[in-house]
């Protein structure tokens, strides 16, 4: 049976000429600061993102967590929006390991404005702990893909600013919120303190992300990689395939936007729940409630037909779309999900 994998863009398996990459990638004592290719791969990432320096991380999660921690004390208030990826799906990590305490604030598809952020903010007070970072996501795993504009990025930022706090950016996937919008990044990591982004998403490198910000954050953070058991020695082998990653594999990102919007519209024709205008991105999310079923029913229809998909929550299921699921696959799909509500309505 043909596999369609639909779970996540994390599936993606590197290109040859990553493999190739890694194969003959310079090689050094990365804890030494000696390894060549990561140290490339480190400048690439700063200067596409407009910033001083950067750090290779074995994950998001360990990009985020050293990200807050290095700009943290413990006993701070992180605000994040209450759907997001650090707080939903990071163990815990910045309370455990960081000492921090989460203030949740609901956004509107992911994006929080200055009024929300305002509102969760506590005056100085003998009861409250300090509130010292914002934590903002581009895009919105939770929300289906969704994305922030510079504009948005820019009020929360000018917003914090005003009230003493830094910005960290969860720019897992980043570089799909720039193709969307047909920008450079910059326009949003300027408007950001710290961020961090994921060559193994999208991007399609077996591993990595990296955190950016300016030169004292990233001496911070490296040293936290260290504390956390992130100093990988010759690293360059990862950093070969995450070059090419930032190189060569952002400009396609547009056909998984469009095959993510083409799934969207096929499922809206046969009258599941999803607004396709929402599906700006690779995510698409969609409430299965309406079709009698509930969402881990549905993954597993799906599985016995080759199509791989998962429960964001007791009724709605995520799709992601990624280098290696084409146009038929998608028309495969929706023929599935057709399959599927045709045996759910006749009772079947
Ligand atoms: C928005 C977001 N942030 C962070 C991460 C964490 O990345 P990793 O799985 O590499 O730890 C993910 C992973 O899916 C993500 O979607």
């Not at 455990?96 to 929080?112: C, E, H, S």
């Not at 990988?232 to 936007?257: F, P, T």
């Amino acid at each position: 049976m043909h596999v369609i994998d639909l779970r996540s863009d994390t599936v993606t398996l590197p290109t040859e000429e990553m493999l190739e990459a890694m194969r003959g990638a310079e090689l050094g004592d990365d804890v030494y600061g000696e390894d060549p290719t990561v140290n490339r791969l480190e400048e690439l990432a700063a200067e596409k993102m407009g910033k001083d320096a950067a750090l290779l991380t074995t994950s998001g999660t360990q990009a985020n967590l050293v990200s807050v921690i290095s700009q943290t004390k413990r006993g701070d208030e992180v605000i994040l929006e209450r759907e997001a990826h650090l707080y939903y799906y990071e163990v815990g990590a910045f309370s455990i390991l960081g000492g921090l305490v989460p203030r949740l604030v609901k956004g509107n598809a992911g994006v929080m404005a200055p009024e929300d952020i305002e509102g969760a903010l506590r005056p100085p007070n003998i009861h409250f702990p300090p509130t010292s970072l914002v934590c903002i996501e581009n895009t919105h795993n939770r929300a289906g893909g969704a994305m922030w504009t510079p504009i948005q990025t820019k009020a929360v930022y000018d917003f914090a600013k005003s009230r003493g706090l830094n910005v960290h950016m969860d720019g897992a996937r980043i570089f799909n919120a720039a193709v969307a919008q047909n920008l450079d990044p910059r326009e949003f990591t300027r408007n950001v303190d710290t961020l961090m982004f994921c060559l193994s998403k999208g991007l399609s490198a077996p591993i990595g992300s990296l955190a950016v910000g300016d030169q004292d954050f990233i001496d911070r953070s490296r040293k936290c990689r260290k504390m956390l058991g992130g100093g990988m020695r010759q690293a360059g082998i990862i950093a070969a395939a995450g070059i090419i990653a930032i190189e060569k594999m952002v400009d396609r990102l547009k056909d998984d936007h469009a095959n993510a919007k083409m799934l969207a519209n096929g499922l809206a024709r046969l009258g599941v729940s999803v607004d396709p205008s929402q599906v700006q991105t690779n995510i698409l999310i969609y409430d299965v409630s309406g079709l009698g079923i509930d969402a881990d029913g549905w993954v597993s229809k799906m599985s016995e037909y080759g199509i791989k998909t998962g429960a964001v929550d007791a009724n709605r299921v995520r799709m992601v779309t990624h280098r290696g699921i084409e146009k038929d696959d998608i028309e495969s799909t929706v023929g599935v999900a057709e399959k599927i509500i045709d045996q759910l309505r006749s009772g079947a």
